[in-house]
């Protein structure tokens, strides 16, 4: 799995006297170079690339968190009638490919003016059937001698939901961030459809562009690729000593 990864940023230092495809690979280059990354850098707008990417990435986990939790809630948390049968209605939608939804999805898009906007890349993605199931079932695990007692002192259901319930499954909130920035992140598809404005091009398409821009000099290519990923690695670096299990129960009395 990490021999890709190591081969591509092998590459992305490697000069152009370096053959990068002999076998067996090379993977330290004999006369590592940054220049690659300047050119790279200098001739295209990686750094307005980097921008959307990172306000499309941001904005989509951070509407993911607050719309799924607060569908997943009272899904797990709240008696009322046919809640089963929404929420089996909604898993059910993880089994419908995303291609089969593209075009209706791009004629809404079309038809809202949303087309070569923020608002129109992040318009499929602020809310997944995944995130309110992964919600759900930790506020399950949560116990209700919490809820109970956060409604004895008089706190509304958003305040629980606000103060005891989202405390209460941090793990599962970075989990899922941790997904969704990684899938918008790394989205090539939907982007691909909305738009035809350089301005608004994310990474992975500047990363595509830079195939004809360069006539497929894969050193260059490889070093767009590396600029690409590094943000996502760099996040779940950050991110990934949270993912550990919150003792929820250890305020409650056995």
């Known amino acids: 799995m990490l021999l890709p990864l190591i081969w591509l940023t092998s590459t992305a230092f490697k000069s152009p006297t370096e053959n990068i ?86 004629i809404l898009t079309v038809q809202l003016g949303l087309r070569n906007t923020y608002l129109g890349l992040i318009f499929p993605a602020i809310a997944s059937a995944f995130g309110i199931f992964l919600l759900r079932q930790a506020f399950q695990g949560v116990p209700k001698e919490l809820e109970e007692a956060a409604r004895m002192d ?21 989990t899922l961030a941790i997904f969704v920035f990684i899938g918008s992140w790394s989205d090539f598809l939907w982007p691909l459809l909305v738009l035809d404005q350089p301005d608004y091009y994310t990474l992975p398409l500047g990363v595509a562009k830079l195939a004809g821009a360069f006539s497929l000099d894969w050193r260059l290519i490889a070093a767009g690729s590396v600029i690409s990923i590094a943000p996502i690695l760099l996040f779940f670096g950050l991110m990934q000593r949270y993912i550990v299990p919150t003792e929820t129960g250890s305020g409650v009395k056995g």
Do not use: D, H
């Open 21 to 106: 495809f002999q076998f067996p690979p090379q993977f330290i280059p004999q006369q590592p170079t940054v220049q690659n990354f300047v050119k790279v850098w200098q001739t295209n707008p990686f750094g307005r690339y980097l921008f959307n990417s990172s306000v499309v990435a941001v904005l989509t986990v951070g509407l993911n968190l607050l719309l799924c939790s607060l569908a997943a809630y009272p899904l797990a948390r709240l008696q009322f009638r046919g809640r089963e049968l929404i929420f089996s209605l909604i898993v059910s939608t993880i089994l419908i490919p995303f291609q089969i939804v593209m075009i209706p999805l791009y």
């Open 154 to 174: 008089g706190c509304s259901e958003l305040g629980i939901w606000w103060f005891v319930m989202l405390p209460s499954i941090r793990p599962a909130l970075v």
